[in-house]
């Protein structure tokens, strides 16, 4: 019967009768991690296990000297800042403030023009329509070309240009849309006769293209609104609400009522009016994010709208 040899690095089955005394190759000495090499000393193989190495001790204490070896650190709680108390939002009934308007050196410029040539325009004004001369009717683009022009069916819309939480879209026919340009492409909902003299019509409530951003303290609303007339323009606005009025080539009327997202610092807001645009910068009372410039309206302000319309 084959038995296991084990001395260091043999590791080999051996028969006991035929042990000579250099069968096996070994190491003598202690294993040092060499085990795959041969062995470097000749002698008998031998059968008997031999014991295993005891592990040394670990006193508690060398455990606690290690301990203390470890570096320490100081434990620092640190504490959130705590929330600013929100700010109530104040009734919509407050009185409204006229915001300052602060009126640019350009438009100054461009109004003294105007002036000037307002009194050749006095002169020309007569029944003759010039060819070329723009409709008056709300969404009508056509120009006056002649006689002919008189007889053509207008087809323009009745009502007035309503912007409204992001959406455009005519009192008369209410068809809403969220892009400027598909609103301004809007074909008209009633016919009738082209208006070919201001005149007849007066101030002529116009759409008018305008965006908002906002920074951290701010939130500014741009009118792209040309030549406007700051003795005929109005802004007025309490802490939720702004009313915009705004008067500009003459005889284009902009109006805009908004209710705002946040709260805002009247004394503290004021429009700056330039010759191609006119700025609303409105001081938030809380520097916050706002989500959108208009607060959504309820459920129950839409239900009063819709039995309004109907």
């Not at 809403?176 to 909902?189: I, R, V, Y």
């Amino acid at each position: 019967m084959a038995l296991l040899c084990y001395n260091r690095g043999c590791g080999q089955r051996f028969d006991p009768d035929s042990n000579s005394d250099d069968a096996c190759t070994y190491h003598p000495g202690v294993p040092v991690f060499h085990d795959a090499l041969k062995g470097c000393t000749k002698g008998r193989h031998n059968s008997e296990k031999p014991p295993e190495p005891v592990k040394p001790e670990v006193k508690t204490t060398e455990k606690k000297e290690l301990s203390e070896l470890k570096p320490k650190f100081q434990e620092h709680i640190i504490q959130a800042p705590k929330p600013v108390e929100a700010i109530k939002r104040p009734s919509p009934d407050e009185p409204m403030t006229n915001l300052e308007l602060k009126v640019s050196a350009s438009l100054k410029q461009a109004l003294d023009k105007l002036s000037g040539n307002e009194e050749n325009k006095k002169e020309e004004d007569s029944d003759e329509i010039k060819i070329g001369t723009a409709c008056k009717n709300g969404g009508c683009s056509k120009t006056y070309q002649g006689l002919q022009s008189l007889e053509e069916v207008c087809v323009y819309h009745s009502g007035v240009p309503i912007f409204h939480e992001g959406m455009k879209y005519w009192s008369c026919c209410r068809r809403k849309t969220s892009d400027f340009n598909t609103f301004l492409a809007q074909k008209g909902c009633t016919t009738g006769k082209h208006m070919w003299t201001a005149k007849d019509t007066g101030k002529k409530v116009v759409p008018c293209r305008h965006d908002w951003h906002q920074t951290g303290g701010e939130v500014i609303i741009s009118v792209y609104a040309k030549n406007s007339l700051p003795e005929l323009s109005q802004v007025v606005a309490n802490s939720t609400l702004l009313n915009v009025h705004i008067v500009f080539e003459g005889e284009k009327e902009f109006h805009q009522n908004v209710k705002l997202w946040g709260v805002i610092d009247v004394k503290r807001s004021y429009v700056t009016m330039t010759a191609t645009k006119i700025e609303i910068t409105m001081r938030k009372a809380e520097p916050m994010q706002w989500a959108n410039l208009e607060l959504p309206a309820t459920k129950n302000q839409e239900k009063r709208k819709e039995d309004k319309t109907e």
